[in-house]
């Protein structure tokens, strides 16, 4: 299985922000967090996970809030993850930390991330506006694909 690294998630962030969140001349479209909020809470209901809801459309659940000190986008992160599919392949995932500034990954990472602090872990169903949109990334996620992260903020910097 072809693995995407944290670096591909900042490149493919980057990249979606210059798609942008309208149709454009290649026709990319993205879905609506309220056409996907359904199948985003079936998928909280099929794997457990108590959610709350951001304003954003974002479902998350705090595991662990940590104890140290919560990012801003101005801090660069260490983190350990798994992404998921929603049909259960995992796309990416780091087995010890590595290190990503919170101000370049996707909006979803940037709203949920905060909400915990140094030695957190968090659930995140994050709606496709707020991943890779209509352009997808790579091979691994098609275009408009709600995702799931399990993330583990291991320090804040």
Do not use: H
Not at 52 to 74: K, N
């Amino acid at each position: 299985m072809k693995k995407i690294t944290g670096l591909f998630l900042l490149i493919a962030s980057f990249l979606l922000n210059s798609c942008g969140k309208s149709a454009d001349s290649s026709g990319c479209q993205p879905a609506t967090v309220a056409s996907e909020k359904a199948t985003m809470v079936a998928y909280c209901t099929s794997s457990s996970i108590s959610y709350t809801e951001d304003p954003s459309g974002l479902l998350y659940q705090i595991i662990d809030p940590g104890t140290g000190v919560a990012p801003t986008t101005a801090n660069t992160i260490s983190v350990v993850y798994t992404g998921k599919l929603f049909n259960g392949t995992t796309f990416d995932a780091t087995a010890n930390p590595i290190s990503l500034p919170l101000s370049g990954v996707i909006d979803g990472w940037k709203i949920g991330i905060p909400k915990i602090k140094k030695g957190g872990r968090i659930k995140l169903v994050i709606p496709s506006a707020l991943a890779y949109s209509c352009t997808g990334a790579g091979t691994s996620i098609p275009p408009n694909t709600p995702l799931y992260f399990d993330v583990t903020l291991t320090d804040v910097k």
